[in-house]
């Protein structure tokens, strides 16, 4: 659910882009637009038009594509007004009116007085609805944030986590200079979309471009590479931990157990890659989104590998080669 109320005016005011965009004008009810809407659903009422109200949706807001105007024009002309005096007693927080279609004045009065506000758009139903449905579910994905520094590397989401001060930042950066994008730096908003996907962006829009580097200071990636280095928002597909090189510490050399972080009820596949001087970071972290790439088309490097060593050994070479071997050393 959102973090805080989201009303009407909200949804009026959202900054979306061109393809997301719902073109809402208010043309009633303008004192209403402070009413929350409180559930990411949205209902045609037909029914209740016709005076079925069983199990009404009345928290959601409620669309009027073509049929629904016609048939409240009818109403209206046929002086039958008890279904639509009924629907205000709801509680609906909007109306929206497909195709910039005009509700009859009565209509847009009766709203007035009941605190509805009546929004019409030229869109049609579906498209919509369509954007529409993606808009709430924006708004009313669980969210968090985290610290880490989150970038897109030949397409793979990867959330780079840790410790202050062990190289996140630098790693993002040679990472833009070798041609990929930074989404975000230090502070990562996630949501869950669809229960299924996580996707992260920025905290602060209008700084999440920037970057601090230790002993540089803060510098802008989008001016110093381009557009081109940044993007708004990614889903996050790998979570990468730098830490520093533990010698005590047994690190994974073969990456058969593959091990998730859960976030916000959806597990994403994680690693664990230690950090000392003389590392590549950035190329190590570009074969694991490669590898990452391999697995999301069905192949897996270390089961391939675990099959060719058991190839290998049921063939007898592998004891060939062992009692072959000159143990005089």
């Keep these: 659910m959102a973090d805080k109320l989201f009303t009407v005016l909200d949804l009026l005011d959202m900054e979306l882009p061109e393809h997301s965009q719902l073109h809402l004008k208010c043309i009633g ?6 009413n929350a809407v409180s559930v990411p659903e949205i209902n045609r009422p037909g029914l209740a038009l016709t005076g079925f109200y069983d199990s009404f949706p009345s928290g959601c807001i409620q669309l009027f594509g073509k049929a629904e105007s016609a048939y409240l024009t009818k109403l209206y002309e046929e002086q039958k007004l008890d279904s639509i005096s009924q629907l205000f007693k709801y509680g609906i927080p909007c109306m929206i009116f497909a195709r910039d279609t005009q509700p009859p004045e009565d209509f847009v009065e009766l709203a007035d007085r009941s605190g509805c506000s009546i929004l019409i758009t030229e869109l049609g139903l579906t498209e919509l609805s369509l954007r529409l449905m993606r808009v709430l579910a924006n708004v009313f994905a669980p969210k968090k944030t985290l610290h880490g520094v989150l970038v897109e590397v030949y397409g793979i989401g990867i959330l780079l986590t ?27 908003e996630i949501r869950s979309v669809n229960g299924n996907s ?18 540089l200071g803060i510098i802008n990636i989008a001016q110093m590479y381009g557009v081109g280095s940044i993007r708004e928002q990614k889903e996050i597909q ?7 090189w533990d010698n005590s510490k ?31 970071l950035p190329i190590i972290i570009e074969a694991a989104a490669m590898n990452e790439r391999l697995k999301a088309r069905g192949y897996n490097s270390a089961r391939d590998f675990n099959q060719s060593i058991l190839k290998w050994i049921e ?3 592998a004891q060939s080669t062992y009692y072959g071997m000159d143990d005089s050393y």
């Excluded at 790998?238 to 520093?244: D, K």
């Design 29 to 34: 009810g303008r004192t209403a637009l402070a």
């Design 162 to 188: 840790g410790h202050s001060g062990v190289g996140k930042s630098e790693c993002a950066l040679e990472l833009v200079e070798r041609g990929h994008r930074l989404v975000a730096d230090d502070i990562v």
């Design 198 to 215: 996580i996707l992260g962006q920025g905290a602060n829009t209008l700084i999440s471009h920037h970057m601090e580097i230790r002993g």
């Design 238 to 244: 790998l979570v990468i931990r730098l830490e520093e």
């Design 250 to 280: 047994v690190y994974d050399r073969v990456g058969n157990n593959m091990e998730t972080v859960d976030f916000l009820g959806v597990k994403v596949p994680t690693i664990e890659i230690p950090v000392k001087p003389g590392r590549n």
């Design 315 to 317: 063939t007898g070479e």
